[in-house]
């Protein structure tokens, strides 16, 4: 009874009503909210407390800056339903509409900013990528590799600019991105936003900032977890594979995309990539310790580089079940 009053009580101040009408669109900063609102940071912030501490708000940290989305869905989904009833009926005055408009202003604002990023590190990835096979038959290749049903819980570690979850998020029940880089999550928000304003399972896919040695998620809860051209930053990859490995449910998959052993030091010194590729027998071997079987190995040859899919399973049934529709749809 006392937590279903402090519902009510968070939500008896209008400006509070709004921050939950807005972060159901999409995950702000404290910032871009004062924004929208046209209120100091200090006092959206205050409302933001009440909110988190009531249940409909959750906080996270990405470097300097606090993003919020909304709080557990167990509790906010029949809030929400209510409100859509009761507000079937009313009529605005003028607030939503308004509110809406600054957000779209914050949406856009995301978008020039990833773009001004993009276009100021496009030397850099152009010649990366010029070394080895075309992202789009890796990415074919990933697609082949998945299949076509849906893949259950997706985590994609070193998520970067959230391509992974751009084009597998449709298909699964969740889709969480974890990244270490603050700038990065800010590039992949606004992708993803632009990608999920059509609806669909993009409209709330997650972000979170984390390491890939130790992970903000409990253990069991994936499907399937990618490592897309990540590990070559690992200084640890046997860790970092352990670690992914540890969220997977039974018979869950570990999907690790990156180079196969080369000698191109110029990617160490010039890139920062700690390890200048991997051998099938070391991949094996991680995935061995990690309580993980093995798959057949695919591999794409490029100019210079070769880029390898290595898929490690954990033994047992998977827990997902898909359902009969979703099953018919993508075998259409």
């Known amino acids: 009874m006392e937590r279903t009053l402090d519902i009510f009580r968070a939500l008896a101040d209008p400006t509070r009503f709004r921050i939950v009408a807005l972060l159901r669109a999409m995950d702000l900063s404290v910032g871009e909210l004062a ?115 849906p893949i259950g819980r997706l985590v994609d570690v070193g998520t970067g600019t959230g391509r992974m979850i751009e084009l597998f998020g449709a298909r699964a029940a969740t889709a969480i991105g974890v990244d270490r880089s603050p700038a990065m999550l800010r590039i992949a928000r606004s992708k993803l936003d632009a990608a999920g304003q059509g609806g669909g399972g993009l409209a709330r896919a997650e972000l979170r900032q984390g390491d890939m040695y130790a992970l903000p998620l409990p253990a069991r809860m994936a499907d399937l977890v990618i490592l897309h ?6 200084q640890q990859p046997a860790a970092a594979i352990a670690e992914a490995a540890r969220l997977l449910a039974s018979g869950g998959r570990l999907l ?20 200048l590729g991997f051998d099938d027998a070391q991949i094996a071997a991680w995935f061995a310790a990690a309580g993980l079987a093995g798959d057949p190995v695919e591999r794409l040859d490029g100019s210079e580089l070769t880029v390898k899919l290595w898929l490690g399973r954990r033994p047992g049934e998977t827990a997902f079940k898909v359902p009969a529709a979703a099953i018919e749809e993508f075998a259409a």
Do not use: C, M
Request: hydrophobic share 45%; charged share 30%.
């Open 35 to 149: 924004q929208v609102l046209g209120q100091s940071q200090p006092r959206v912030s205050r409302h933001v407390k009440i909110l988190a501490d009531a249940g409909l708000a959750d906080r996270r940290k990405e470097g300097s800056w606090v993003f919020l989305g909304l709080g557990d869905p167990r509790r906010v989904g029949p809030l929400l339903a209510a409100v859509d009833a009761w507000g079937a009926e009313g009529e605005d005055d003028g607030t939503t509409a308004a509110d809406i408009a600054r957000l779209a202003a914050v949406r856009a604002g995301r978008a020039v900013a990833a773009e001004e990023y993009f276009e100021a590190h496009a030397g850099q990835w152009d010649a990366i990528r010029s070394l080895h096979v075309a992202e789009s038959e890796v990415e074919a290749a990933i697609d082949r590799l998945l299949g076509e049903a």
């Open 229 to 234: 051209q990540v590990l070559h930053y690992a």
């Open 256 to 275: 690790i995309v990156d180079f196969a052993a080369h000698d191109h030091e110029i990617l160490r010194n010039r890139d920062a990539h700690a390890r």
